[in-house]
């Protein structure tokens, strides 16, 4: 699925968008774009730019060993699922499993193991220790995404599209957003309520 490079971005947040590199979750076997493994992992990140080109190919110069890479890949699609299990019940309004919260924190204290502030020209910005002997600075901002939206006080924003199981952050006007993209959900969704309606006409 080339890293989901044909995927829109429609999340408004990236733990959103990586939430949605399913196709259509309303589907027991949609497409995946990370079915590619760790490499499609690198590239959805690049392409949703979680981290810059030059940042990306530094890890990949140290000699980590395969099973690394298969572990993190692992870890991505839990992760996934975790941050799927948690939004996806805020946007039900149904209490979020504990479960998932459960694991979310674990993910969440690895992470930030590796935090840092940083000194950048005149300001201290935050920043994360990279190492070439870990394949999981990857998922080191998704996490952080999800942390700062959980923590944010706006997960009345938090919607997930009837049509695909999407999530987003609805930062629409007014906050009427129902669809992830009326493009494509959205129009789907409005010709199958006209056939519905028309077909009740007929039969009735």
């Not at 829109?8 to 979750?25: A, P, W, Y």
């Not at 493994?37 to 949703?48: D, N, P």
């Not at 674990?106 to 950048?120: E, P, W």
């Not at 700062?148 to 997930?160: D, V």
Request: aromatic share 12%.
């Amino acid at each position: 699925m080339n890293g989901g490079k044909d995927i829109k971005l429609i999340g408004g947040e990236v733990c959103l968008d990586f939430i949605n590199t399913i196709h259509d979750r309303s589907l027991e076997n949609s497409a995946d774009y990370l079915e590619g493994g760790y490499v499609s992992l690198l590239q959805w990140g690049e392409y949703a730019g979680v981290w810059d080109r030059k940042v990306i190919l530094k890890p990949q110069q140290g000699h980590r060993i395969q099973d690394e890479k298969s572990q993190t890949y692992e870890n991505a699609i839990m992760l996934r699922q975790t941050l799927f299990d948690i939004f996806g019940s805020i946007a039900d309004h149904k209490k979020v499993p504990p479960a998932a919260l459960s694991t979310f924190n674990l993910f969440l204290s690895n992470a930030f193991l590796n935090k840092r502030v940083v000194a950048h020209k005149n300001e201290y910005i935050s920043g994360w220790k990279l190492s070439d002997s870990s394949a999981d600075w990857l998922l080191w901002p998704i996490i952080e995404s999800a942390f700062l939206l959980l923590t944010g006080g706006k997960l009345q924003k938090i919607k997930k599209c009837p049509a695909c199981f999407w999530v987003f952050a609805d930062k629409s006007k007014g906050g009427k957003r129902i669809w992830c993209s009326m493009d494509t959900c959205g129009a789907i969704d409005k010709s199958r309520r006209y056939y519905h309606l028309k077909i009740k006409k007929l039969t009735e």
